[in-house]
Structure formats: C-alpha cells, structure tokens
C-alpha cells in the first residue's frame, strides 16, 4: 500500500510541469476555442471576457512553445494573427470533453459545498 502511494506521487511530481503548462484555466479554455476553427487574436479575447490582453498573449505564447497552438501571421492591413490548435493539441480535446461534462454535472454540488463551508466559516467567526 505505501509503495503504490509513493508510486502515485512520484507519478504525479514527474508529471506537475506539464499539468501545470496544460491545465490553467486560461489554457483549457483557449484550446476549448481553438477546437471548433482557427482564431483571431481579438476573436479569442472577446470569446473569453474577461480575460486580459496580457494574460491572453502569455497563455497564447506558452501554448505555442509548448506545441499545442500554432500561430499565422497574415499579411493584411493592420497586420492579422490567427492561431490554431494543433495535432498534439487536438489530443487534449477527449479529456477537456470529459472535464466540461464532469462541471456540468457536479457543479451545483461544488457550489452547494462551497455555500456550505461559507456558512460554517461565518459561524465560527460569529462564535
């Protein structure tokens, strides 16, 4: 038993970069974007309100080093960027699925566990 539990968390410490690259909020969602047709920068940012124009290039950057987004320039008046997922990217479309289904259907149980654990925090302080 101990040995399966340090196999798990050795697994999962070998694997924390790239979870960390993938599964920030503001990557799911543009990958989510990106999986239905290629985008333009402004595009992506109106679809994702309220996202930042700062934390949108960032995330756009990371996601291109990292392989799952690639990025077009196009030769138009003012200069146009579109970014697109790639294959590798497309990969990760199965499980963001199974993650947005997964919200849909426990997500008044988180939000009635959050009321609870609220509730409980302000009546402690009150006591």
């Known amino acids: 038993m101990a040995t399966d539990i340090a196999a798990l ?6 694997t924390r970069p790239i979870l960390e690259q993938v599964a920030n909020k503001w990557s799911v969602l ?3 974007v990106l999986c239905t047709q290629p985008a333009r920068f ?15 290039t960032e995330a756009l950057r ?13 030769a138009s008046s003012p200069v146009a960027v579109e970014y ?12 963001f699925v199974a993650l947005v289904g997964w919200a849909r259907q426990y997500g008044v149980a ?5 009321e609870d654990y609220d509730n409980q ?3 402690d302080e009150a006591a």
């Open 30 to 32: 543009i990958l989510t």
């Open 9 to 14: 968390l050795a697994e999962i410490n070998s």
């Open 121 to 123: 925090r302000a009546a």
């Open 84 to 95: 697109a997922i790639t294959p590798l990217g497309r990969t990760l479309q199965d499980p």
């Open 42 to 56: 402004n595009a992506i940012k109106r679809r994702l309100d309220p996202i930042t124009h700062k934390a949108l």
């Open 110 to 114: 988180i939000e009635k566990a959050q």
């Open 62 to 74: 990371r996601l291109e080093r990292n392989g799952l987004v690639s990025r077009r320039v196009i």
